[in-house]
């Protein structure tokens, strides 16, 4: 798969490996050489207390990763085709570590981030049409429908001390490490029609418990949408770590999930709902979302309006959500949602955002937040936020985006909020450049 020049910077935080080098294509075997590298500059004028360590005022810090290995396929006479590919990470956090005090500014590592071998079935099986039956194992990156309980394993916690070793080499914002440590993998269906997955997946990541969960999906696949039914088992959890982060819970949960996204047949229409229910130690709980999104194709710059509502209830875990479709989705403000909090659960938001292209590889964008806090007795981290930001694809390998939000708290650290020293707006700043080949 490769980039076109509308490409987004979800593409490069998210996908894997959508871009390689092609060393060598013949008689059905292909080595490809892969490199992906994001770095970031980024500016707070507040703090938040999330770690403890932080004091009132302005954080500075830089991010970056290079990710870099092989790829490739070995097609079989008449029997579909094996797939695999080895990754390196190389990940650090400079300067003062983020706003939330989750990394330090001193996190430095290198380790293995894709290790996966798999089989496609090709024509094999006509009923399930090209590529029907798709098994993979290993380390690798795994998305459940739009991200919003599954995309992959992305939280990278630093040096910071929460009672436990929770380093996974920095890179907080840029979610340098995305796979889960082990995975087994069965794809049912093609491009169109029903399609399925059955999947185990075990994280690795001491933040998300060491976690292992079973799931299981059914999708029908149209050209006006795409709806599904999942359902999500929790295996087992690390208990030294669950006990810090409160996760004791997920061993034994079921979480069940109904979604559904498209266009309904109307060329510049957009639509996506999600319903999750949850059963838990100590009742159910539940998270939803209504999204209407209307592209105007007739006006200069082709300007998308959209409008999301989303609501967590208390008690909502919600898993191992990421970045899916884009700044928003599902993380949740660039503040908000990756320092000051709410994190997907105990609040609702809404959410309006509005793009455009001035040109094929440009997207200009804003986007507004409303979080509203559900149960403020632990804390009232309600909010509003506004972000504005560009998305630049100078060439086929080269991304530069930069991003100014405004975030507001209801409250400040001192009032049952995060941010230390005042409820005052702040200003944050950060500068995202990608490249890969």
């Given at each position: 798969m490769?980039?076109?020049l509308a490409c ?10 959508t871009q390689?080098h092609?060393?060598?294509n ?10 992906e590298a ?18 009132p005022?302005?954080?500075a ?6 990710k ?6 070995q097609?079989?006479?008449d ?6 590919a080895?990754?390196?990470?190389s ?18 590592r ?7 071998l798999?089989?496609?079935?090709a ?8 590529d029907g039956?798709?098994i ?5 990156v795994?998305t459940?429908?739009?991200g ?29 490490r995305k796979?889960?440590?082990r995975?087994a ?5 093609g491009?169109q029609?029903?399609?399925g ?8 990541n ?6 292992s969960l ?7 696949v ?33 979480t069940?999930?109904?979604r ?16 999750v ?5 100590g ?16 006006l ?9 509502y989303?609501r ?6 919600p898993l191992?959500y990421?970045l899916?479709?884009?700044?928003g989705?599902w993380?949740?403000g660039?503040?908000a949602a990756?320092?000051?909090g709410?994190f997907?659960?105990n609040?609702?938001?809404h ?11 440009l ?7 409303d979080f509203?806090?559900?149960?403020t007795d ?19 390998h ?14 400040s650290?001192d ?6 020293g ?5 200003a944050y700043m ?8």
């Open positions: 490769r980039h076109t987004t910077l979800t593409l490069l935080i998210t996908a894997p490996l390689a092609e060393l060598y013949h008689n059905g075997t292909t080595l490809n050489a892969d490199l994001l770095f970031g500059v980024f500016h707070s004028d507040e703090s938040f207390n999330q770690a403890g360590n932080r004091q005022g302005s954080t810090w830089q991010e970056g990763y290079v870099y290995g092989l790829s490739g396929s097609a079989l006479p029997a579909g085709a094996f797939y695999g080895f990754n390196l990470l990940s650090a956090t400079w300067g003062d570590g983020d706003a939330a005090g989750l990394t330090l500014g001193d996190e430095r290198t380790a293995i981030e894709d290790l996966y798999g089989w496609r079935s024509n094999l099986f006509p009923a399930l049409g090209e039956v798709d993979s194992g290993g380390r690798q795994v459940l429908g739009d919003f309980l599954i995309q992959g394993d992305p939280v990278n916690l630093g040096k910071v001390d929460l009672g436990a070793n929770f380093d996974r080499g920095g890179a907080y914002y840029l979610a340098a796979a889960f440590d995975t993998v069965l794809r049912l269906g491009k029609g029903w399609r997955d059955l999947m185990w997946l075990k994280s690795d001491h933040y998300q418990a060491d976690t079973a799931v299981a999906n059914l999708e029908h149209a050209d006006a949408g795409t709806v599904g039914l999942s359902w999500i088992r929790g295996l087992d959890v690390d208990q030294r770590y669950a006990q810090i982060m409160g996760l004791e819970h997920r061993d034994g949960m079921d069940a999930s109904l559904g996204r498209g266009n309904l047949g109307v060329k510049d229409l957009e639509l996506a709902a999600e319903y229910t949850q059963d838990k130690a009742g159910r709980e539940n998270a939803w979302y209504l999204e209407g999104s209307w592209t105007f194709s007739e200069p710059w082709s300007p998308t309006a959209t409008y999301r989303s967590f209830s208390e008690g909502f875990d191992f990421g899916s479709r884009g700044y989705t993380f949740q660039e503040v990756n320092y000051a709410p997907n659960k609040s609702q938001v959410h309006m955002a509005l793009k455009g292209k001035p040109r094929d590889n997207t200009v964008g804003a986007l507004y937040f509203d806090t559900l149960d632990p804390g009232n981290l309600g909010g509003r936020e506004l972000d504005l930001y560009v998305e630049w694809m100078v060439n086929d080269l991304l530069i985006s930069p991003l100014v939000g405004f975030y507001k708290p209801e409250r650290a009032n049952g909020g995060t941010q230390l005042s409820r005052d707006t702040g950060q500068l995202i450049v990608g490249t890969f080949f």
